[in-house]
């Protein structure tokens, strides 16, 4: 099974990016090379950054009863 953050063809953004820094409001990317950049945003400069990445969550799955699995 293949680790999804570890994924080769992830889409560049200032966000996942070695060279910027998050602002606390999180709408603003401060670059060290480009300068403030917006979070979707990249250049040629960029490199990734897995621990920036947060992975998506899970589906909560459906709880299921003894009748779902009755055979009548």
């Given at each position: 099974?293949?680790?999804?953050?570890?994924?080769?063809?992830i889409?560049?953004?200032?966000?996942?990016?070695?060279?910027?820094?998050?602002?606390?409001?999180?709408?603003?990317?401060?670059?060290?090379?480009?300068g403030?950049?917006?979070?979707?945003?990249?250049?040629?400069?960029?490199?990734?950054?897995?621990?920036?990445?947060?992975?998506?969550?899970?589906a909560?799955?459906?709880?299921?009863?003894?009748?779902?699995?009755?055979?009548?």
């Amino acid at each position: 099974m293949k680790n999804k953050l570890l994924n080769k063809k992830i889409t560049p953004k200032c966000i996942y990016c070695v060279n910027g820094i998050t602002t606390a409001d999180g709408e603003k990317v401060l670059c060290e090379r480009k300068g403030v950049m917006l979070p979707d945003s990249s250049c040629k400069k960029f490199i990734y950054d897995v621990l920036k990445r947060s992975p998506e969550e899970k589906a909560v799955l459906p709880t299921f009863t003894a009748e779902d699995f009755a055979i009548d």
